[in-house]
Each structure stands twice: as structure tokens, then as C-alpha cells.
């Protein structure tokens, strides 16, 4: 009995589960809500993949740099080693020239291609984040509405239940309702009223002819 009772409860809320999320889909305000949420989770995850690729950005700098300093070195080397007959270190070092100007090349277009990637990326970040300014404003603007709406609703059963009463009937048609009701009432009243006069007539005549 008991395992049957929580069946039928765990069956009821299910339903009512499903009657909500059912409402909720259909409410505008929810489904911008939900969406908002998820707009902005996206976009603290691009927010990420663009501070990483500025860091790599960096990275590339930095090795760009070091690669150039060394390009020079090398390039310097290689001058005096000839000047000094070095023959051995003159091969060495233009072996090593031509190692870094390569890597300086291939630094040099890495790093464009990234500058111009995160170039891109930040202008899209910054859209971004600029649609989710927009649809919050949208959703001050939609809580507004609904919140207007609500209170529209709590004064018109006040000042005009006729509105409300729309959804039982006309204005109109409640009016002649309670407008029957009370003619029913005080015709009742009025017949017993009658009633009572006329018995108390009935009694006082008995009494009457009882004494004559």
C-alpha cells in the first residue's frame, strides 16, 4: 500500500514537473533568462580562449625576439671569424645564421597570422559581450512588462472586475445574476412575511370564534 502511494505521488509530481516546464518554455521571459545564462557561459569561455591566445601571442614575442638577438649575434660572429681566418668557426656560424634567420622567418609569419586571429577574436569577444548587454536590457524591459502586467491584473479585480469576470461570463451577465438573486431573496422574504400574517389572521379568527 505504501510502495503504491509513493508510486502515485512520484506519478503526480512528475506530471506537475512536466506542467511547469511546459509553462516555462512558452514564457518569454524564462526562455531569455535561460538564454542569457548561456550566453554568458559562452561567452567567460571565449573570453578564456582569447586571453590564451594573446598569452601565446607572447610566447611567440618572446621567442621572436630571442631568435632575432641571437640572428645578429651569429651575424656579427660570422664577420669577425672571417676577418680572423677562422675558416671552422666561419662555417659554424654561418650554419647557425642561417638556422635563426630561418626561425625568425617562420617566428615572424606564426606571429602575424596570431596577431591577426586575435584581432578577430577580440572584436567578436567584444560583440559578445555587447549582445549580452542588450539582451539584459531586454530582459529588464520584459520584467517590466510582466511586472506591469501583474499589477494591471491585482487592480482591475478592483476597479474593474468586469475584466476579470471575462473569464466566467460578461459584466453584464454576473450583474443580472445577482440582480435575479436578490429579487429570489426578497421574494421569499415577502412570502413569508405573507405566510406569517396570514396564519396569524387563520389563529386570530379561530380564537374568535372559539369565544363566541
Do not use: C
Request: proline share 1%.
Amino acid at each position: 500500500m505504501t510502495t503504491l502511494w509513493d508510486r502515485f505521488k512520484f506519478a503526480v509530481a512528475t506530471d506537475l514537473d512536466t506542467v511547469v516546464a511546459k509553462k516555462e518554455e512558452k514564457n518569454p521571459l524564462v526562455l531569455l533568462n535561460r538564454y542569457i545564462t548561456e550566453a554568458e557561459n559562452q561567452t567567460t569561455a571565449t573570453g578564456k580562449w582569447v586571453e590564451r591566445q594573446a598569452q601565446l601571442n607572447g610566447k611567440l614575442e618572446k621567442e621572436l625576439a630571442e631568435a632575432s638577438a641571437m640572428l645578429d649575434k651569429r651575424q656579427s660572429q660570422l664577420g669577425l671569424a672571417k676577418t680572423s681566418g677562422e675558416s671552422d668557426l666561419a662555417d659554424f656560424a654561418a650554419m647557425e645564421v642561417q638556422a635563426y634567420a630561418a626561425r625568425v622567418a617562420v617566428l615572424q609569419s606564426n606571429l602575424g597570422e596570431n596577431i591577426a586571429e586575435l584581432t578577430g577574436l577580440e572584436h567578436r569577444y567584444e560583440e559578445m559581450k555587447h549582445k549580452v548587454k542588450d539582451m539584459k536590457v531586454k530582459q529588464l524591459q520584459l520584467m517590466g512588462k510582466e511586472n506591469a502586467t501583474r499589477a494591471h491584473y491585482q487592480m482591475d479585480k478592483v476597479i474593474s472586475p468586469e475584466l476579470v469576470a471575462e473569464r466566467i461570463g460578461s459584466f453584464d451577465d454576473m450583474t443580472s445574476y445577482i440582480t435575479t438573486l436578490g429579487a429570489k431573496v426578497e421574494e421569499r422574504h415577502e412570502r413569508s412575511a405573507m405566510e406569517r400574517r396570514l396564519e396569524s389572521l387563520e389563529k386570530n379568527s379561530t380564537n374568535q370564534k372559539e369565544i363566541v
